[in-house]
């Protein structure tokens, strides 16, 4: 009977298993794509949505442990090869013991009268400049050739013994370059996902001391930043609001900062400032914010002024649109915080909860904060593109305050102890057996030995295997495949202890695809497999670990970097 209402509904109808292998269609389905159902039985439902599609359906319902349904905006496939708008909604079941075991699919198109609403929608959505999957496959072809030139130039480089003083410049001249290029392209990519007005994102509460743990984390894996690095003391606060848009918000300040700053620390501190709202700070010397950095960020945060002018610090402008679009959506407000006369911090004030639009009502005084300094505290409080409001508040210093300093992740008071007088050494006599108990030999560092390990390669580009090759000549075996398709037979006839495999393939599937398949296959669900990519989007790295790759690896894929993570995998 349910076969029958399943057929005869104008929905496209699929029920998949918990990882989004189809067990069943309706007749409209495979109609639509221009299948059979019997093709369609056993392959991957996001094999039949964009590339762009594939990753975020994986994300939001079948890496996301749904309890409810979920509802997602796609563009499916048809028959003649073009993709057509469309909304899919998950509807999750539950076996006995509570897991879902199985998805209900429905697939509404949109209809013919809904096109011309649609294609509008979409250019709306968009605004100006491309699409951020657009900007991803065209960053993509760009990267792919320098990678491979890059890795090659990494042998040349490994080969010379004693490089020059001449050649040690052109070659960090060269990193330093890379690292600006996919810098500025991030910058690009994150100023037109903020640009293109997609469907509200539901609000979250979330913890910014575990926000703040991440931001710092992905700061220090920045090979820009290993001369850098943040202090931060953060109050344990709840925001309410879109994580995502603070962590980016608090990503790029932070590596907008450490392209400017000669300084080797930053210091960023969080505290709530009154019942509505929560305060950001930010300096980058113990005492006070730099000149430089202060001078760089006012004018083009405060001043609105021609983002063009941070271009004199290497600052993609970009990255200054981000930090402009991020802090009118946030609703922040920024201040200038003074020790008398001299700035002393930055800081950014943000409202605890997203607030709803309320009626105009009276200016409410607020209550002053007390601050412990030993001169006057002005803050210049400055909305975005509003009237400045100044504040001053004058407070005594304590004789604890005079020691106040920054150590490690936390701000903390160091007071001074009063002496005391020498105690009289008492010789004591150890036993020999204790002595010998605590010298104990240190622990044996693990070692991966890499020519026992077999090795699969699916990547649709000769020079990046070429190069694959060179840098991980010490693996017992390596073998290649272009596709899935071509991959399937030497997966299923020949033993291999890891795969490395190219997001972007030829063929019907693409990296998340064969990553579904070949796990779903009996006997290779544990097999590890690594995830690489010339270009992805700022955040699509959570995506693929999330989807179910073991690690993930930007190219060029040089020795260091696929050494790291094979110990991950096989040494922890």
């Avoid at 392959?43 to 359906?57: A, Y």
């Amino acid at each position: 009977m349910y076969k029958a209402v399943f057929d005869e509904t104008d929905e496209l109808i699929a029920v998949t298993d918990n990882s989004g292998f189809i067990k069943f269609v309706n007749q409209n389905l495979g109609l639509f794509v221009g299948m059979t159902k019997q093709s369609l039985v056993g392959n991957s439902l996001i094999t039949l949505f964009s590339d762009n599609d594939r990753g975020n359906i994986t994300s939001k319902i079948f890496s996301a442990k749904l309890a409810n349904a979920a509802k997602v905006q796609v563009e499916i496939k048809n028959a003649q090869k073009i993709f057509i708008q469309a909304e899919l909604t998950a509807i999750p079941t539950a076996n006995a013991a509570g897991l879902v075991d199985s998805y209900t699919i429905l697939i509404k198109v949109a209809k013919a009268e809904d096109k011309d609403e649609a294609v509008q929608s979409v250019k709306k959505r968009s605004g100006p400049g491309l699409d951020p999957a657009q900007l991803s496959t065209i960053f993509h072809e760009i990267l792919t050739p320098i990678n491979v030139m890059l890795g090659f130039l990494q042998e040349v480089k490994e080969s010379i013994p004693v490089p020059t003083s001449d050649q040690r410049e052109a070659l960090n001249y060269i990193q330093e370059n890379q690292r600006e290029l996919m810098g500025t392209m991030n910058s690009i990519a994150e100023y037109s996902t903020l640009l293109k007005e997609e469907e509200p994102r539901q609000l979250v509460t979330f913890s910014l001391l575990e926000l703040f743990d991440r931001v710092k984390s992905e700061f220090s894996e920045e090979p820009g930043n290993k001369n850098h690095s943040l202090i931060t003391k953060v109050s344990s606060l709840w925001v309410e609001g879109d994580e995502n848009k603070y962590r980016m918000f608090f990503n790029t300040i932070a590596n907008v900062c450490s392209k400017i700053s000669e300084e080797k620390h930053f210091y960023f501190s969080v505290e709530q400032l009154d019942e509505n709202d929560f305060i950001f700070s930010l300096r980058d010397g113990l005492s006070k914010i730099s000149e430089k950095l202060l001078f760089a960020l006012e004018p083009v945060l405060i001043q609105n002024a021609d983002v063009s002018l941070i271009r004199a610090y290497g600052v993609s402008r970009f990255a200054i649109l981000s930090i402009r679009e991020l802090l009118e959506t946030l609703e922040c407000k920024i201040e200038i915080i003074r020790k008398g006369i001299e700035p002393y911090e930055m800081g950014f004030i943000f409202p605890l909860k997203k607030k709803a639009a309320q009626p105009e009502q009276a200016p409410v005084i607020e209550p002053r904060r007390t601050f412990i300094e030993e001169k006057a505290v002005t803050r210049e409080i400055i909305s975005p593109r509003t009237t400045q409001i100044r504040e001053t508040r004058v407070t005594a210093q304590t004789p604890f305050d005079r020691h106040a300093t920054m150590a490690g992740d936390e701000f903390e008071k160091v007071i001074p102890l009063p002496p005391t007088p020498p105690k009289e050494e008492v010789p004591i006599n150890y036993r020999r057996t204790m002595v010998e108990e605590f010298h104990e030999a240190p622990p044996v560092r693990k070692t991966l030995t890499l020519n026992n390990l077999k090795c699969l390669y699916i990547e649709d580009q000769v020079d990046s295997q070429i190069l694959f090759k060179v840098q991980m000549k010490e693996l017992g075996d390596i073998k290649f495949a272009v596709s899935f398709e071509e991959a399937l037979p030497l997966i299923t006839s020949q033993s291999f202890d890891f795969i490395v495999m190219d997001i972007n393939l030829q063929g019907e599937y693409n990296g998340l695809d064969a990553l579904k398949m070949i796990h779903q296959m009996p006997g290779f669900k544990s097999l590890p497999i690594i995830a690489v990519t010339a270009y992805v989007l700022p955040g699509d790295k959570d995506k693929f670990v999330a989807a179910g790759f073991n690690e993930f690896i930007s190219k060029p894929i040089f020795r260091e970097k696929m050494i790291e993570a094979l110990e991950k995998i096989f040494l922890k």
